[in-house]
């Protein structure tokens, strides 16, 4: 009978330790030797849907309204951040106030990996559902940016080198910016820099599935080894520099957005739960500034320090995280959740079409700057909600 009832969790994507079986029966006293059920919020771009995913021996547990208010205030905020990062420009002393682009980078890899893993543990063991829901929410807003890219480009309203090696290479997520860091196999489309971004979110997309292999097979274990994968995959990059170690040096930095939503959804979001985490970022620190070391200091956003200075910020998130600044951050947001959840919903449209609209056709030091920005904010509603629309739904499991 156990074997059969194995048997049906296997072929329904459940390991042993994940199985749930659902009754209808009186409250009673929590057993730690079931395993419960816990709601949680869609994937990124989607904070509304809730879908199933489980945690042995915790009971079931929601993400608050005002922890949902707080990703879709974290989210607007970084995107309006790297807007104003690349198109405004403030005087002195003042200008060091957005010149922290990058960081609101790392913002969004720790919160894709908190909302892909509180959304997708219990179903990415069935990869082709998986992947055409990530493949339907990366694409088709990234092609709407190189559209519009081509459109100024051939216009003459932007300049930049077209090439198909970069055209190729950003359609299959190789791109990055070669003059801040080694190792780089193309630039962005078309000049367009935050599609940089890119090439390791997608990544991260691939990587996630495999990961969770081993996460059904012992959780603690590839909760160190992750971060010892990114270590390792970080002194080789120092050594010998190349795209697909730096990608790999980088997955440390999303997966603690997903450690995050794992202690978050288990009821167990504190500082002696997240060792893995917290060792891990601190060792990838110490290589980082090795690679200081090593290669000698060129300024504070380029390779080396830049590599260090994205782990450092990483670390000081994933510490407030594990604060009560973090309930602090939740109670606040839930005030401006209404505007939030609006610049949310375009966040990543608006991040991908900014930069060719507002900056490299000028717009951001001219007088038509206001109705640019206006462009903009529609281009990223077609990119974000109303393309997205028109085409088929991803499977759900």
Known sequence: MRR????????????????????????????????????????????????????????????????????????AAAAIYV??????SLPEPFGVLLSFGQEAVLVFF?????????????RVNRPKGYYLRRLRRIYPPMLVAMVVSTLLW?????????????????????QDIAFLKPGVITEPYLGNDPLWSLSYEIAFYLLFPLVMVGWRRSVMATRWLVPAVSIVALGSYLVVPNHFSLVLAYLMMWWAGAMAAHLYLS???????ALPELVG???????????????????????????????????????LVLTPVRRWLAAG???IAGPAVAVASISYGLYLVHYPILVQTGANQSWWFVPAVAAAVGCAWAADRWIPSLLPRAPRT
């Open 281 to 319: 970022l601190v060792l990838l620190g110490l290589v980082a500034a090795g690679g200081v070391v090593l290669h000698g200091y060129h300024g504070l956003g380029f390779f080396p320090f830049l590599i260090f200075r994205h782990y450092a910020v990483v670390l000081i998130l994933v510490i």
């Open 333 to 335: 947001s839930a005030m």
């Open 83 to 88: 807007v104003l990062h690349h198109a405004v």
């Open 110 to 122: 720790l919160l894709s990996g908190f909302v892909i893993f509180a959304n997708e543990r219990a």
């Open 4 to 75: 059969d009832r194995d048997s049906r969790n296997a072929r329904s994507g459940l390991s042993r330790i994940d199985a749930v079986t659902l009754r209808s029966e009186t409250p009673q006293k929590p057993d730690h030797h079931r395993v419960y059920l816990v709601s949680n919020s869609a994937g990124a771009g989607d904070l509304t849907r809730t879908t199933q995913a489980v945690v042995p021996g915790r009971p079931i547990r929601k993400l608050e309204p005002r922890v949902r208010a707080g990703l879709d205030v974290a989210r």
């Open 154 to 174: 051939s216009m003459g309203l932007i300049t930049a080198d077209f090439s198909w090696e970069s055209l190729l290479g950003t359609l299959l997520a190789m």
């Open 267 to 273: 009821d167990s979001l504190r500082f002696r739960n």
